[in-house]
T-cell receptor, first 113, second 112 residues
Framework: DTGVSQNPRHKITKRGQNVTFRCDPI?????LYWYRQTLGQGPEFLTY????????KSRLLSDRFSAERPKGSFSTLEIQRTEQGDSAMYLC???????????FGQGTRLTVV | RKEVEQDPGPFNVPEGATVAFNCTYS??????FFWYRQDCRKEPKLLMS???SGNEDGRFTAQLNRASQYISLLIRDSKLSDSATYLC?????????????FGSGTKLNVKP
């Protein structure tokens, strides 16, 4: 499968715990995005990487959130001290070029209990 | 004001019907436009890009009106399998940013 891959697919965690998600984009795609989606809403932008550089972060991304893309390939999104409001689907997308379509991974569904 | 606005629906239509979705975007500097389809609890998948001249792919027709900042999607001869949420997507690029803006989605239910 040469699409965008996200792990884990599902994560249930207790409030206050840290969680980390991984995204493996399509190999030649230099642009990588993280989005968050809650029920009944469209995906909301969290952060954007071009190669290994994190060029933009949303104001939605509080200090508890951090993302990395150390070698310009896979990316990780960490949430520290999770809160119930963090429960959502976390989607990763990648693309090549400036105005091309983005391809999404299947997402990581986070439930904070 | 939201970057992209869509009628959330749901649109409940019988098989074979023609249905149209509309979307407006707020920033005239927006550059690329797409319709994505999202099935329940799945990731969004590209349905079609939207070009200024309008474009068609089988039963699907997309239109863009830059002057009115308006995008539409027309589905002819609806199938049960068309039931999904349709997301309007707009992109904008600057020196250090490159973002997709999503509408909240329009839900379509096609009934037998």
């Amino acid at each position: 499968d040469t699409g965008v891959s996200q792990n884990p697919r599902h994560k249930i965690t207790k409030r206050g715990q840290n969680v980390t998600f991984r995204c493996d984009p399509i190999s030649e795609h230099n642009r990588l995005y993280w989005y968050r989606q809650t029920l009944g809403q469209g995906p909301e932008f969290l952060t954007y990487f071009q190669n290994e550089a994190q060029l933009e972060k949303s104001r939605l991304l509080s200090d508890r959130f951090s993302a990395e893309r150390p070698k310009g390939s896979f990316s990780t999104l960490e949430i520290q001290r999770t809160e119930q409001g963090d429960s959502a689907m976390y989607l990763c997308a990648s693309r090549i070029g400036v105005n091309t379509e983005a391809f999404f991974g299947q997402g990581t569904r986070l439930t904070v209990v | 004001r939201k970057e992209v606005e869509q009628d959330p629906g749901p649109f409940n239509v019988p098989e074979g019907a023609t249905v149209a979705f509309n979307c407006t975007y707020s920033n005239s500097a927006s550059q690329s436009f797409f319709w994505y389809r999202q099935d329940c609890r799945k990731e969004p998948k590209l349905l079609m890009s939207v070009y200024s001249s309008g474009n068609e792919d089988g039963r699907f027709t997309a239109q863009l009106n830059r002057a009115s900042q308006y995008i539409s999607l027309l589905i002819r001869d609806s199938k049960l399998s068309d039931s999904a949420t349709y997301l309007c997507v707009v992109t904008r690029t600057g020196n250090n940013f490159n973002k997709f803006y999503f509408g909240s989605g329009t839900k379509l239910n096609v009934k037998p």
